[in-house]
């Protein structure tokens, strides 16, 4: 299958790639590598082609998109404090930018789009686990744009001759994410940190809880996602994530633990937008796509850990 993945030099969408190419697909990503790593596709440069350009220019989405069966479409601009900073820039890239691989997918005659959504559209809204039928109640700027996008991807599966899947990932880490960026996600930042013998930055008190998913779970969901039969597919919002929550204390002390190297934690004020409780039912996501979330939060810090060579 010829395939394109948008966002293929970030961090999800290079372990996506690097998993199709390992089943025989054809690969071909877009990036304008602002977020994401040239790096993260080394190993992989002569067996993907490489298109490079902005989601916002529908002229380059649509080069991209030309011939191919189905997107991933992973690119984007992430961070919820990034958005409060900069709401332009990421309603841009996230909700014009999906809108652009729509239409382009569309145009081409693509079979299925599968968008990478976010758990933040929930908000603080409603009681846990979070499910796909609740309300959302987005918080930040980054939110409203994930729930736009969402729903511009089920108008286009409604309107147009295409297949769409929005997968609304929970807390997402894993190798290749980069902990030195000023919006690191808390899990390489907290694994770095420990291991230099620093102390963690906690925003809030660290009771606040997450539905933390190895990025191994997201890949394989991407996967099923592409493959499922349209019926009951087409038009879908699934969560995915493992069904399992820990606080952010918790995250700290596992990795303490693994790397054997005691915890000194530095609470700080929360963070604007963040949202305090996560936690998934992922049971449409197993009845739809056959998912289950097999590595759990330790098994995933322990290859992270491993994989940042510590």
């Known amino acids: 299958m010829r395939v394109l993945v948008t966002g293929g030099g970030g961090f999800i969408g290079s372990n996506l790639v690097r998993a199709l190419l390992e089943r025989g697909d054809e690969v071909r990503v877009l990036d304008n590598f602002s977020t994401g790593n040239r790096s993260n596709l080394d190993e992989v440069e002569d067996d993907v082609e490489l298109v490079e350009g902005e989601l916002r220019s529908y002229e380059r989405v ?3 998109t030309r011939g191919v069966e189905v997107v991933f479409h992973q690119g984007a601009l992430p961070s919820v404090p990034r958005s409060v900073q900069d709401p332009l820039t990421t309603n841009a890239v996230n909700v014009e930018g999906t809108v ?4 382009a997918a569309r145009d ?4 299925r789009v599968i968008f990478a959504s976010s758990s933040s559209v929930y908000g603080n809204s409603g009681t846990l686990p979070r499910r796909e039928d609740a309300s959302p109640d987005p918080i930040s700027p980054y939110a409203v744009a994930k729930l736009a996008a969402e729903r511009y991807c089920v108008s286009a599966s409604r309107v147009y001759p295409l297949e769409t899947v ?3 990932y929970f807390n997402v880490f894993g190798p290749r994410q980069d ?8 899990v390489p930042k907290f694994i770095s940190a420990v291991a230099a013998g620093e102390p963690v ?14 990025v191994a779970n997201v890949v394989e969901a991407n996967l099923l996602a592409a493959d499922a039969d349209a019926d009951g597919v087409s038009g879908a919002i699934l969560n995915v994530a493992t069904g399992r929550s820990a606080t952010v204390d918790e995250l700290a002390d596992t990795i303490g633990a693994i790397l054997g190297k005691p915890v000194e934690k530095t609470y700080l004020l929360p963070r604007e937008g963040d949202v305090r409780d996560s936690l998934a039912d992922v049971s449409e996501a197993r009845r739809l796509l056959g998912f289950e979330p097999r590595i759990g939060l330790e098994e995933g810090l322990r290859r992270t850990i491993d994989a940042l060579g510590h």
């Open 62 to 64: 649509h080069a991209a």
């Open 100 to 103: 652009n691989v729509l239409l």
């Open 108 to 111: 081409e005659g693509v079979r």
């Open 166 to 168: 929005a997968l609304r």
């Open 179 to 186: 902990p030195h960026s000023q919006y690191a996600a808390v």
């Open 201 to 214: 930055p906690i925003y809030g008190d660290g009771r606040q809880s997450r539905d933390f998913t190895f």
